[in-house]
């Protein structure tokens, strides 16, 4: 074998093996290529709606925690309100316990001061009986015979009122 030889090409063996290549490809183009690629777009839409549901459901949570913020102010304000409203509600009822108070304790002094009243009043009388008694013993004794009750009456009179004067 020369060097020629070695470099010789045979045209029908070059024919076949590019009718082979090409055979070859057609076939790992329908059975190889084509499902892979199918499987590569399947898997890239996957991962594509599975980036469209995270970004869908973070927009949901921005908003979830939008109206959680919002919720808990409008609880805060509410539990403000309601302290607030407590507190007045806890102020009025103290000035109208003290109001109460003060109309009893009134209430008590005027009746003290009519039952004083009362009580001097009885115990004036009592001692204007006991000094009329007194007296009617004193003036039976002093002029020795008995009195009527107008006399009696006119005579402890004046002497209460000349005592009253002379206190």
């Known amino acids: 074998m020369g060097p020629g030889e070695f470099l010789n090409i045979n045209f029908f063996t070059a024919l076949f093996t590019l009718v082979n290549t090409i055979g070859l490809f057609l076939v790992l183009k329908k059975y190889l290529f084509k499902p892979v690629m199918k499987m590569i777009t399947e898997r890239q839409k996957e991962i594509d709606d599975m980036y469209s549901d995270a970004d869908t459901a973070r927009e949901n949570a921005l908003a979830l925690e939008a109206e959680y913020k919002e919720k808990l102010s409008q609880a805060a304000q ?90």
């Open 78 to 167: 509410t539990g403000e309100r309601m302290v607030k409203e407590a507190v007045i509600r806890g102020q009025n009822r103290e000035e109208e316990i003290i109001r109460q108070a003060n109309q009893e304790a009134s209430a008590i002094m005027e009746k003290a001061s009519a039952d004083i009243a009362q009580e001097k009043k009885k115990a004036l009388n009592d001692a204007k009986d006991e000094i009329s008694d007194i007296a009617m013993s004193i003036a039976e004794k002093v002029v020795g015979r008995e009195l009527n009750r107008a006399d009696h009456t006119a005579l402890v009179d004046s002497f209460i009122d000349r005592l009253g004067e002379q206190a």
